[in-house]
T-cell receptor, first 113, second 112 residues
Framework: SQTIHQWPATLVQPVGSPLSLECTVE??????LYWYRQAAGRGLQLLFY??????ISSEVPQNLSASRPQDRQFILSSKKLLLSDSGFYLC????????????FGQGTRLTVV | KQEVTQIPAALSVPEGENLVLNCSFT??????LQWFRQDPGKGLTSLLL?????REQTSGRLNASLDKSSGRSTLYIAASQPGDSATYLC???????????FGTGTRLKVLA
C-alpha cells in the first residue's frame, strides 16, 4: 500500500534561517506531488506541484522554493525565513492522470520566531 | 480561476442529527471532487472521491453528491456522533490542470 512521510512534525526556526522540509512517498511510482500551506484559520493554499522529476510549478510568488530530486521525494526550502512563513505545511500525492485521489501527509507545524 | 466555497463555516449539532455540508465551485469543468476530514493539528484524511461522471458516492454514514453543471456538492452525514467533530474540506481537481483547489472548510462540532 502507498504511504506518505513528512518530517519534521514541528519546527521552530529564527527569522533569516534556512528551511528544508522533506516529503517521501512509498508504494507508487511517478506520483504527482504537492506542497500546501495552511495559515491559522484559513484554507489550504497550493504552493508548488510537480508532475515529474525536476518539474516544478509554482503557484504563488514567495520566499520558498521546491525541488524534486527523486521520483518520490519532494523538498520545500527557503534560504531565509520570514515571520510570514509560519504555518502548517502539508505534502500530498496523487497518481498520474486525471481521475485520481489525493492523499496527504501529517503536516509540519512551522513557527518562525 | 477556480474558486471553492463551503457553507456553513461552522456548525454545532447535538449527537444523532443528520446534517448536510455544502461545497460550491465556480468552474464546472472538473475531473473529480474530493471530501476530506481534518482533525486539529493533523493532516487531511480522504473521505470520498466523486469522479465527474458520477452523481454520488457512499461510505458508511457518509454520502456525497455531485451536481457538476450547477457547481455543487453536498456531504451528508447520517446519525452524527461526537467522533465526527472535525473540519471538513472539499477540493476540486479542475480539468486541464494538475491542481486540487480547496474550500475553506466547515468546522463541525457534534455535542454528546
Amino acid at each position: 500500500s502507498q504511504t506518505i512521510h513528512q518530517w519534521p512534525a514541528t519546527l521552530v526556526q529564527p527569522v533569516g534561517s534556512p528551511l528544508s522540509l522533506e516529503c517521501t512517498v512509498e508504494g507508487t511510482s511517478n506520483p504527482n506531488l504537492y506542497w500546501y500551506r495552511q495559515a491559522a484559520g484559513r484554507g489550504l493554499q497550493l504552493l508548488f506541484y510537480s508532475v515529474g522529476i525536476g518539474q516544478i510549478s509554482s503557484e504563488v510568488p514567495q520566499n520558498l522554493s521546491a525541488s524534486r530530486p527523486q521520483d518520490r521525494q519532494f523538498i520545500l526550502s527557503s534560504k531565509k525565513l520570514l515571520l510570514s512563513d509560519s504555518g502548517f505545511y502539508l505534502c500530498a500525492w496523487s497518481g498520474g492522470g486525471w481521475i485520481t485521489e489525493a492523499f496527504f501527509g501529517q503536516g509540519t507545524r512551522l513557527t518562525v520566531v | 480561476k477556480q474558486e471553492v466555497t463551503q457553507i456553513p463555516a461552522a456548525l454545532s449539532v447535538p449527537e444523532g442529527e443528520n446534517l448536510v455540508l455544502n461545497c460550491s465551485f465556480t468552474d464546472s469543468a472538473i475531473y473529480n471532487l474530493q471530501w476530506f476530514r481534518q482533525d486539529p493539528g493533523k493532516g487531511l484524511t480522504s473521505l470520498l472521491l466523486i469522479q465527474s461522471s458520477q452523481r454520488e458516492q457512499t461510505s458508511g454514514r457518509l454520502n456525497a453528491s455531485l451536481d457538476k453543471s450547477s457547481g455543487r456538492s453536498t456531504l451528508y452525514i447520517a446519525a452524527s456522533q461526537p467522533g465526527d467533530s472535525a473540519t471538513y474540506l472539499c477540493a476540486v481537481f479542475t480539468s486541464g490542470t494538475y491542481k486540487y483547489i480547496f474550500g475553506t472548510g466547515t468546522r463541525l462540532k457534534v455535542l454528546a
